[in-house]
């Protein structure tokens, strides 16, 4: 019996996935920091907003905000999944950072915007597996992993000047 080979799609998720969820516990990883075999050390995104208050959140260094960038991400997931049903737009990219600053319930939102964003560009790229792999599924995919990949860097530049 032979092993199919992987779907083109599935190597770019599975760089997203790391990118948002972080390491496996104990598994090497292709570009984050390794989580831990006891789940400790999870730089994923996820985590990493997890990880913070509203407060802290909110908290303006140069001119950016963890929750400003972390809006910014999901209203960007949400755009690939729009861009690859055939919308085209405009999108409000400036305004996509706003607002900067959160409650603690807006908070709580906001980091579930975040999981449903990536939960629902997910779902749309299984959605593909039977369709002929195009430059569009791909480079929008790997577009999307290369965006929250950066911001993600941000957030992460962001939180270590918050200590």
Do not use: C
């Not at 992993?145 to 941000?154: K, N, R």
């Amino acid at each position: 019996m032979t092993d199919s080979p992987q779907h083109a799609l599935d190597g770019i998720l599975d760089i997203l996935r790391e990118a948002v969820e972080g390491g496996r516990p104990g598994q090497g990883t292709a570009f984050l920091d390794g989580t831990n075999a006891d789940g400790t050390g999870n730089h994923g995104l996820l985590a990493t907003l997890d990880a913070l208050s509203a407060e802290q959140a909110s908290r303006d260094l140069h001119g950016a905000t963890v929750a400003g960038q972390a809006r910014h991400t999901a209203f960007h997931m949400e755009v690939v999944v729009r861009w690859q049903q055939g919308e085209r737009g405009p999108f409000d990219w400036q305004g996509s950072f706003q607002p900067a600053q959160v409650t603690p319930a807006e908070w709580d939102a906001l980091r579930a915007r975040v999981r449903a964003a990536y939960a629902g560009l997910v779902a749309f790229v299984h959605t593909q597996r039977d369709q002929p792999v195009t430059g569009d599924a791909t480079g929008g995919l790997s577009g999307a992993v290369s965006h929250v990949a950066y911001h993600l860097g941000a957030i992460r530049q962001l939180v270590k000047a918050l200590a």
